[in-house]
């Protein structure tokens, strides 16, 4: 299986929406995405899919930083 770095940049393909979602609603981006992913009946396929992704990315995004400490 090989390894591609730059999968994020193909994943992402409007940066910024799924925030301007969460912020629409007066939440942050970790809360609109745990509501999603708790509830995706209530939302659209895109607003799933992008909350799936932003909470794979704050993963990777901790798990880096513990690396680095």
Not at 23 to 42: C, H, I, L
């Amino acid at each position: 299986m090989t390894k591609d770095k730059n999968w994020i940049q193909g994943a992402i393909k409007h940066p910024g929406a799924f925030t301007k979602k969460a912020e629409e609603r007066g939440m942050s981006v970790k809360e609109f995405a745990a509501k999603v992913t708790a509830n995706p009946d209530e939302y659209d396929k895109t607003t799933v899919k992008q909350a799936n992704l932003a909470k794979t990315l704050s993963k990777l995004r901790k798990h880096k930083q513990s690396k680095n400490k």
